[in-house]
């Protein structure tokens, strides 16, 4: 069994440890809890008709018990035990039969098996991530002292642990060199000599320090405008195409139909903190298929000092969110009727500096995405384009490599 297949198979056992310590929570709690009417003895009996269900009618009694709620003290109330029936007193009776009635035989707590429900529930989650995890990193720590390749330990590293990352790390120092050389003659056979180099020199940092983890660079920019203004220049530059492109002159009819519509403003109130995690995802999907598995995990970083440098040996990422022809409308009130919500497109550059010059690896346009959902009183135009920009950003996966 490989280690990722070992990881999944403890991490589902530890989605069923979790499971059955909240199942027996549950069953904990309902062993405990107060029935919702205690029956007491006493010698007050009041007799009343009992009509069963289907009509038949016969005299019974009730006999005072205490009645529990969840998060109440118990009251005083009139139940008939044989046939489940119930009924509560005036007020100003109410005293006179609790004189005559015995205390309770259920504690407070027993009316708070919800509140202790949840808290077992949250212990048995703790329990299961802090505890279980650690038994499962060990389990797999183990495994690795005997098998430690170094794409495993990798792998290892690549997800989230909750202990044993510093021996693993020194796992990863001792077995990566056989991997590098192996590794750099399948990635200078596939890639350009400046790309496969930066790859080799990411591994040997990895050898040096132990640690998968690397930074690259994110610069974010609004580079959108006033969307009229967008569509009045695009329809100016197909004009200039009239006679010179065959679909010219339709181009412009779109256009002029557009630029009469009536549009929402773009509101972007993002800075790179906002999309960093989306952008991460993306980085390592691309290399986990370059490098044919979780090898390197990625992280962002404001990059002004060292695109300003332009620092070698490094990866930078510039997110510049412009206009786009797409729109999406909205089917509640949020929105006037008739106005559309312009989309973005997103272009998406992956580049490297080589001796100072920019060495450009990926450059895609992502057509707009997106599934904001809110309810009307909610809507928010900036929550709407935050949404927008991460869902684009993970198209990139689907149709931005190449």
């Not at 949250?122 to 991530?129: D, G, T, V």
């Amino acid at each position: 069994m490989t280690t990722r297949k070992l990881d999944t198979f403890l991490d589902y056992c530890l989605w069923a440890l979790f499971i059955l310590l909240g199942i027996g929570g549950y069953f904990l709690c309902d062993s405990i809890k107060a029935p919702e009417f205690e029956p007491v003895e006493t010698s007050v009996q009041i007799p009343y008709v009992y009509s069963s269900a289907d009509g038949e009618k016969y005299d019974s009694y009730y006999q005072l018990a205490w009645k529990h709620e969840a998060f109440s003290s118990p009251t005083v109330a009139a139940y008939d035990p044989k046939n489940g029936s119930n009924a509560t007193f005036k007020d100003e009776y109410i005293e006179e039969y609790k004189a005559v009635m015995p205390e309770s035989q259920y504690p407070f707590y027993t009316r708070w098996t919800w509140a202790i429900l949840a808290v077992l529930v949250i212990a048995a989650a703790f329990f299961s991530y802090w505890v279980g995890g650690f038994i499962r990193d060990l389990i797999l720590y183990i495994t690795l002292k005997f098998n430690n390749r170094f794409a495993d330990c990798a792998y290892f590293l690549y997800e989230s642990r909750v202990a044993f990352k510093g021996q693993v790390r020194q796992l990863v120092r001792k077995n990566i060199g056989i991997y590098i050389n192996t590794k750099s003659q399948e990635l200078f056979r596939k890639y350009n000599p400046g790309f496969a180099s930066l790859l080799v020199y990411f591994l040997k940092q990895v050898q040096v320090s132990g640690d998968t983890d690397i930074v690259y660079y994110l610069t974010y920019s609004n580079l959108t405008t006033d969307h009229k203004s967008y569509l009045g220049r695009l329809r100016s530059y197909w004009d200039g195409q009239i006679g010179k492109s065959a679909d010219a002159e339709k181009n412009v009819r779109v256009l002029n139909e557009m630029i009469n519509g009536t549009y929402l403003s773009i509101n972007l109130l993002l800075n790179e903190e906002d999309i960093v995690n989306s952008v991460n995802n993306q980085l390592n999907h691309l290399f986990e298929k370059i490098l044919g598995g979780k090898v390197l995990k990625f992280s962002g970083a404001k990059s002004s000092y060292a695109k300003a440098r332009k620092m070698p040996n490094r990866i930078f990422i510039d997110i510049n969110v412009k206009n786009h022809t797409n729109t999406f409308t909205w089917s509640g009130s949020a929105v006037p009727s008739g106005t559309s919500i312009p989309g973005i497109q997103i272009e998406f550059k992956i580049f490297h500096y080589l001796n100072g010059t920019e060495h450009v690896l990926w450059n895609k346009y992502l057509t707009p995405v997106c599934t904001y959902t809110a309810k009307d009183e909610e809507f928010a135009s900036s929550e709407l384009y935050k949404r927008m920009v991460n869902e684009t950003i993970n198209s990139f996966e689907n149709n931005g490599k190449s």
